[in-house]
């Protein structure tokens, strides 16, 4: 499906209709009339939020309205036609159009016609020059060769991944080295290289690599999530070299190859101790890289550079914080888990499954493409929660305004052991509100039996465990077992004889006056 927002995205940022539909893979013409029912139906970038792309796609292209089938010409016997003296694609074209109307179908204007022939053309290996506009591409990859840094405690070389990135129109490049070709070093070598520049360039030219492009098939091109929201952050297009045809950015393949030769060469006989040792090296090789001389003309990459510069987009005010993305399934409790921590959700979407996108100081929860919340993210012990008010049911909010402090002050004015079990409730649990329930139910018993039978029960499941349960003291309080402890304990206490079955008082013995 052809991704009309990201079309309008990249029209407000100025690229022109080819590199739009190289981008969205999708025919120029596709590209043109997007643009063309957007602007009848007064659509710009940005679109509202709650603008989802199906109802996008409702308004610029209503189900009503019915694509016509046009005939595919036969390209391969196109091409063998263009071999011959004075044919040109024009007299093809027309010809083929004639060809339609006799067999009742529809022919392609002489502009698509001849886009999918420049299509058969590159399928078929043809290469041609590009002349590169300044400020135009940045083209990024890895280098085949490794550099090493030195274990300090095993000796043990360690693998170093180079980045590199090239501008094309002057051939200023920047070159990092990382410990690992995952998606953090793919992203973060671009911050810094966008750093280095001092701007942005129009379209990102990158390899089909996992951590960038998660699908590229002839129809369609799925970007990384965090990699598209990088670009989205800067400003700029990502368009990634079709598979296994490394002439697409043969700039960038060229550099690759001088940079193995002139930096990671020149310094192979060196030993490094830290990465940051290794890349200090490789900053002072490249800054020689970039003002040597040209061979066979004049100037250098760097006086190149300065020219091309005054072409780059602005850096924005705030760098790109890297994020993750999951999917999680909100639970019973409305809230999902992250790295063992915890954080709500509207209650509405318990059991519906939400992205989650993670930062290192935020945590965004999206349903269908709309976010719901966010949280600061949590660090430090596991399973803490952080619970936001408005996302409980109605039927829990009324304990939000209860805390540990006011059930251990209410406790206190019961007695001593009721204080003991309600502060065993509350650190019996690894999140404190768990126990909440427990100790509003244990307490509302004094409203019930009193206040005075209340702490007698609390005493007397104390006699029994020091684990004690509600269900314990409820029973009882039911059962009335905490008066009859208080009958027995007076009646000791006035006999105080309570090891003899029978005693006869001195009223027994006294003998009568008569």
Known sequence: MTNYREILRLDSLGINKVNIAASCSCSRNTVATVLQKAEENNLNYPLPNDLSDKQLSEILFPPSELKPSYKMPDYEYIHREMAKSGVTLTLLWLEYCDACRESSELPYQSTQFNKYYNDYLSVTNATMHINHKPGEIL???WAGDVAYVVNTDTGELIPAYVFVSSLPYSGYSYVEAFFSMEQESWINAHVNAFKYYGGITRIIQCDNLKTGVDKHTRNEVVLNKSYQEMAEHYGTAIIPCRVRKPKDKAHAEGTVGIIS?????????????????????????????NNKPFQK?????????LEEKLFLLP????????SKWKIATVGPNYHISIDNQNYSVPYEYIKHKVDVRITK??????????????HPRLYGRFGQYSTVESHMPSNHQKYVSWNADRFIKWAEKIGENTTFII?????????EQQGYKSCMALLKLADKYSVERLETACTKVLTYTLTPEYKNIQIIL????????????????????????FTRGAEYYKRSED
């Open 139 to 141: 083209q990024v990859d």
């Open 261 to 289: 030769t002139y930096i990671l060469a020149a310094i192979r006989n060196q030993q490094f101790l830290s990465l940051t040792e290794l890349n200090e090296s490789v900053k002072e090789r490249l800054e020689i890289f």
């Open 297 to 305: 003309k004049d100037g250098s990459r760097f006086a190149a550079f």
């Open 315 to 322: 850096l924005p005010l705030r760098q790109f914080e890297l």
């Open 361 to 374: 100081n935020v945590i965004e929860v999206f349903f269908d493409g709309n976010r719901i919340c966010s």
């Open 423 to 431: 502060r065993f409730f509350l650190g019996r649990y690894k999140v």
């Open 478 to 501: 039911q059962t009335g077992q905490d008066k009859i402890n208080e009958s027995n304990i007076v009646q000791t206490q006035s006999s105080g004889t309570e090891h003899f079955s």
